[in-house]
């Protein structure tokens, strides 16, 4: 079984900072992609980023040059660092694993952590 879990949330002030961190977990082999999430009540989920693990990256236009996505292959880990933070970025962040291979050759297709509130507000 594969867990994904997520820290790093809480409150801040609009152009602050915060990292939001998610460490998977399991026998795990390989994972494809990760990425972080978001979604606000009555909204759709949209994604924020998302990088391969060849370190290709994706970034949502509301994020591009305020948030960096990184990430560690060899813990299974990946980080966002959310610079000059806006009251629009307020919601639950939620880390995404895709196609993960766990031993003994088991593969997932998706696997979604449990979120992570982020309150941007004075």
């Known amino acids: 079984q594969v867990q994904l879990v997520e820290s790093g949330g809480g409150l801040v002030q609009p152009g602050g900072s915060l990292r939001l961190s998610c460490a998977a977990s399991g026998s795990i082999l390989s994972i494809d992609v990760m990425g972080w999430y978001r979604q606000t009540p009555g909204k759709q989920r949209e994604l924020v980023a998302d990088?391969?693990?060849?370190?290709?990256?994706n970034y949502a236009d509301a994020v591009k040059g305020r948030f960096t996505i990184s990430r560690d292959n060899a813990q299974n880990t990946i980080d966002l660092q959310m610079n000059t933070l806006k009251p629009e970025d307020t919601a639950v962040y939620y880390c995404?694993?895709?196609?993960?291979?766990?031993?003994?050759?088991?593969?997932?297709?998706?696997?979604w952590g449990q979120g992570t509130v982020v309150t941007v507000s004075s």
């Open positions: 990088i391969s693990s060849g370190g290709s990256t």
């Open positions: 995404s694993a895709r196609r993960i291979l766990v031993r003994p050759g088991r593969l997932y297709d998706e696997v």
